[in-house]
């Protein structure tokens, strides 16, 4: 079954401050991976490796004003968490140790 995405050309909602854990700055250093187009991919709705219910709970999060999760699993086979605050006011790069 094919399942329209739900990814956006433009941005979906705000980041606020961007932070970054220095685990998850190394993390994707290692990897070679743009931290911009990760944070590209979250602003436009790429969650990444979710479930499709935590999927769903970020499309509504948008519209509600809640919390935004996304997760990407890299090339070197860590994944990376980016939380979006329900405020908007930061956007933090994090690993699952680091929560």
């Known amino acids: 079954m094919n399942v329209p995405s739900t990814h956006h050309t433009g941005p979906r909602f705000k980041l606020g401050r961007i932070l970054a854990t220095p685990g998850a700055l190394e993390v994707i250093a ?16 790429d969650w ?23 997760s990407y699993v890299l090339a ?10 329900a405020d908007r006011s930061a956007t933090t790069f994090l690993l699952s140790g680091d929560y």
């Open 76 to 85: 070197n086979r860590q994944t990376v968490w980016l939380v979006t605050e």
């Open 30 to 45: 290692d990897a070679r991976v743009s931290i911009v187009d990760l944070l590209i991919k979250h602003l436009r709705g």
């Open 48 to 70: 990444g490796d979710l479930s499709d219910s935590d999927r769903q709970q970020n499309e509504q999060a948008i519209v509600a004003g809640q919390r935004i999760v996304s």
